[in-house]
């Protein structure tokens, strides 16, 4: 069987090589890929532009694709996976309707309210002057929110009044994010620990993948801007299995039958960002796609074949499928480069000085290979990720991996996974 992989980022790379380790399948296609996965045995990277779906269709077709899996989530919420699904071509993703979870932060909030899904007070305006009008009602610090997508970007908290008025004047009237700013959420600051809940949901069935924890600052100690993420570890020990049991009564199952009821019933890997405190959580978000970095941490320790999964979920037979973790524990360190999450450098050549060891994986994110080198193309450049018999150890192995990775302007955290070992 031939695959596509839709994305360019650490959580592709870790798809396509845990996709290529299934004797069944011929060549994994990633479009458009990087370095890590251009160098990844019976992987080849293909460019097509995601936004022309008839070219994506042409291609399947022509190199016999048997699965496609879309990775980030912007062609889900344009709707790939409809037209590719109506053209007869298996695609392991959300509709265009349900990835609304995620593409409209309106859409989530009210989605929440309707179905009884515990998240944090909020209100939603189409204008400056009604939500400045809003600022008054609210305690602080409180949350400004763009509406739609805004690559990790589009969440400020603001620590009184009127920073907040300058959050909205740069999402209203400087148009910061675009049209994804045309709406806005303003909601209460919820304090807590934060976790991440994936699961693999197919109409009525549920999944639920191994814990995960994520690290969305950009400093040490969770200090700085937020980034996509700076490193991920599995399990999150904050995730008791009292507390998954919590997640799936009060936030897993009522969002898949609320989908069903809503008439778009969710395919795909879907991701609650969640708040946890005192024994209690809160939706933050939800996502309508696997998380970056968390990805490479949790693939890192399935066993099974994923492309077994996708194919089971996507043909309604995930009731006769059996998923199995290694019990080890992992942690993956994102090496990042110089300035991001604001401007970054980029066209930097890599050195890497590899151990090819058991239990180590480098994932590329941000690079390309040109004239024999790696050269960096992103603002996160790697994810160093390994396994270990407990966290201490993962954690280890993954910042040794780290050392062997050397670009002008490369910086890392140093404490992810600090959370789970306290
Ligand atoms: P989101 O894109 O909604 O996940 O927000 C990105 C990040 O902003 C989250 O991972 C949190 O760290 C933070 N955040 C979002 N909403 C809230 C909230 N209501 N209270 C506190 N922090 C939040
Ligand atoms: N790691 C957070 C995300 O994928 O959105």
């Given at each position: 069987m031939n695959i596509l992989i839709i994305g360019s980022g650490g959580r592709e790379h870790a798809i396509a090589w845990k996709c290529a380790?299934?004797?069944?399948?011929k060549r994994i296609y990633v479009c458009p890929g990087n370095a890590g996965t251009y160098l990844e045995d019976k992987v080849s990277n293909i460019v097509i532009d995601t936004k022309k779906f008839n070219l994506i269709e042409d291609f399947c077709v022509k190199e016999q694709i048997g699965l496609v899996i879309i990775g980030p989530e912007q062609p889900l919420v344009d709707g790939l996976t409809d037209y590719l699904q109506n053209k007869g071509i298996k695609t392991f993703g959300p509709s265009k309707s349900a990835a609304q979870l995620e593409g409209s932060k309106t859409f989530s909030k009210d989605f929440f309210v309707k179905y009884d899904i515990p998240t944090a007070e909020y209100k939603s305006f189409e204008d400056f002057n009604s939500s400045v009008n809003y600022l008054d009602e609210v305690s602080y610090p409180t949350v400004v929110k763009?509406?739609?997508?805004?690559?990790?970007?589009g969440v400020i908290i603001c620590e009184n009044k009127e920073s907040a008025i300058k959050a909205l004047n740069s999402i209203f009237?400087?148009?910061?994010?675009?049209?994804?700013?045309s709406r806005v959420v303003i909601e209460e600051f919820l304090e807590g620990e934060e976790a991440s809940f994936i699961a693999v949901v197919s109409k009525d069935k549920i999944i639920p993948l191994v814990t995960s924890q994520d690290h969305k600052a950009v400093g040490d100690g969770d200090v700085g801007l937020n980034t996509g993420g700076m490193g991920a570890y599995s399990p999150a020990p904050i995730v008791t299995e009292e507390m998954q049991k919590k997640i799936l009564e009060k936030v897993m199952y009522p969002t898949m039958n609320g989908l069903i009821n809503e008439g778009f019933p969710y395919l795909g890997f879907l991701y609650a960002g969640l708040m946890i405190k005192d024994g209690d959580l809160k939706v933050l978000e939800f996502n309508c796609r696997f998380g970056d970095p968390e990805t490479q941490p949790i693939l890192i320790r399935l066993k099974s074949s994923l492309v077994e999964l996708c194919l089971a979920a996507i043909d309604d037979k995930l009731n006769s499928y059996s998923i199995n973790w290694s019990e080890k524990h992992s942690c993956g360190v994102v090496i990042a480069s110089k300035g991001y999450p604001e401007s970054y450098d980029i066209d930097k050549e890599v050195k890497i000085k590899l151990n090819e060891e058991n239990d180590l994986k480098l994932f590329h994110a941000g690079t390309r290979y040109e004239d024999d080198k790696i050269i960096t193309s992103g603002g996160r450049v790697f994810c160093a990720t390994a396994l270990g018999n407990d966290l201490k150890e993962a954690q280890e192995k993954a910042y040794n991996l780290v050392n062997s990775v050397d670009f002008e302007g490369s910086f890392f955290r140093k404490d992810i996974g600090f959370k789970g070992i306290k």
């Open positions: 380790q299934d004797d069944f399948v763009a509406d739609g997508l805004a690559a990790g970007k009237n400087d148009k910061a994010f675009g049209k994804a700013g």
